[in-house]
Structures are given as structure tokens and as C-alpha cells.
């Protein structure tokens, strides 16, 4: 009777821990490092920041996507042959602003998914 209660109880944690990894799952993050305002015609430097545990040739931040104004502006694509540099990395682009900017960034794990936008907005002084 204790074996059949230890073989159950055994299955059970196991089953329970497996529907639990989900939540543990190490998604993509991204945070945009931008200045909130600038002059009319400057050339902005935006800085992505990326993490994600692993970077592996089975588990890798697979895209980077940016947004301006609500269009697709940069996309960068990785592959299991073209991982990222490391599992915390930074992505830069440039952009002149001319008017107010709004820029998303979202990053996805090929596994995991993402663990969300980040979104800032940049005022253009005239």
C-alpha cells in the first residue's frame, strides 16, 4: 500500500511540476533606451536591450521588431545558425526626428514567445 501511495505521488509531483514549466518559461525581453525629447531634424541613436537565458541552437531570441509611429521600421531575424551575440545583447538603429515619435519593440523566443512590447515616446521640439 505505501509503494502504490509513493508510485502515485511520485506521478502526480511529476505531472504537476511538467504544467508548471510554462510558467518558468524564459521569454524574450526588450527595453528601449531612447531620450524623451529632441530637437526638430536630429538624428535619434536608439538602443534596444534583449534578454533571454540561453541563445542555444535550440533555443534563441528568433526576431526583434520596431515600430515607429505604427509601422514596421527594422526587424532583425536570427536563425540556429545566426544566434545573437550573447543572451543579454543590444541593438541600435537611427532615426531623424522630424516629428513626435512613438516606438515599439517587441523580441520572441523561438520556444517561449515573448514577454511583452516596450513602448516609449519621444517629443520633437520645433
Given at each position: 500500500m505505501k509503494s502504490k501511495f509513493r508510485i502515485t505521488s511520485t506521478i502526480t509531483l511529476v505531472f504537476f511540476l511538467f504544467l508548471s514549466l510554462g510558467s518558468f518559461a524564459n521569454k524574450t525581453s526588450v527595453k528601449i533606451v531612447a531620450p524623451e525629447t529632441v530637437d526638430a531634424g536630429t538624428e535619434v541613436t536608439v538602443k534596444i536591450e534583449v534578454t533571454h537565458i540561453g541563445n542555444t541552437k535550440?533555443?534563441?531570441?528568433?526576431?526583434?521588431?520596431?515600430?515607429?509611429?505604427?509601422?514596421?521600421?527594422?526587424?532583425?531575424?536570427?536563425?540556429k545558425d545566426n544566434l545573437p551575440d550573447n543572451q543579454?545583447?543590444?541593438?541600435?538603429?537611427?532615426?531623424?526626428?522630424?516629428?513626435?515619435?512613438?516606438?515599439?519593440?517587441?523580441?520572441?523566443?523561438?520556444?517561449?514567445?515573448?514577454?511583452?512590447?516596450?513602448?516609449?515616446?519621444?517629443?520633437?521640439?520645433?
Open positions: 535550440a533555443h534563441y531570441t528568433d526576431w526583434v521588431v520596431v515600430k515607429v509611429n505604427g509601422e514596421e521600421y527594422k526587424k532583425w531575424e536570427y536563425t543579454n545583447f543590444t541593438l541600435e538603429f537611427k532615426i531623424t526626428a522630424k516629428t513626435n515619435l512613438e516606438i515599439i519593440v517587441e523580441g520572441n523566443c523561438n520556444k517561449h514567445g515573448s514577454k511583452g512590447e516596450d513602448k516609449v515616446s519621444i517629443k520633437v521640439e520645433q
